[in-house]
């Protein structure tokens, strides 16, 4: 009994003294910085509710402020293809290829847009040069992977995934991912 109070009161101390460090780097923390967080936490409640809208007018500019951030990227794509606005997707997306060529991500979710904006064709060219290209590079895998499964491609990524564990045969989250 002694030990499990013990345990317990050990506990209470260590998750309150991880509270203090956190709450004093909160205070340490530029202004701009807070701000830019909370308006990037409200981006995602109008997200949650569908209001896409109100997700771009925040994000945008957000963005613009900071091109390497993925989460707001991620999201202002999202609310561009949920809202349907292919032109701006593809203005997005061709942006960020445009600043990191080296980032397949981009090169990925170019052939998403165009795959969701209704050219099948197109987009799996861009997969396939992507792959053709980045073919030693276990990453695109899985980022292809992904988006043939967002794209409902089932059989095209069990063909993915069983080339990725011919060529990465070490690499056993591939068989799990598989199945």
């Known amino acids: 009994m002694k030990s499990r109070i013990f345990m317990l009161m050990l506990l209470i101390a260590t998750a309150f003294s991880g509270m203090l460090p956190a709450q004093n780097a909160r205070e340490k923390q530029d202004p701009n910085d807070i701000r830019e967080e909370q308006q990037y936490r409200l981006a995602q409640r109008y997200q949650r509710n569908s209001q896409f809208d109100y997700v771009i007018q925040i994000l ?20 561009y293809l949920k809202l349907k606005q292919f032109d701006n997707a593809f203005n997005l997306v061709d942006a960020q290829v445009s600043r990191y060529p080296e980032n397949p991500r981009y090169i990925v979710d170019a052939g998403d847009v165009r795959y969701k904006s209704g050219d099948q064709a197109g987009a799996r060219k861009i997969w396939s040069d ?33 080339d990725a564990i011919k060529k990465f045969p ?8 598989l199945a």
């Open 60 to 79: 945008k500019p957000l963005l613009q402020k900071r091109p390497g951030d993925v989460r707001y990227y991620a999201a202002l794509l999202d609310a």
């Open 130 to 162: 992507l792959l053709k290209k980045e073919s030693n590079d276990i990453s695109v895998y899985t980022l292809l992977a992904n988006a043939y499964i967002e794209n409902r491609l089932y059989d095209e990524t069990v063909v993915l995934y069983r």
């Open 170 to 177: 070490d690499k056993s989250f591939l068989v799990r991912s």
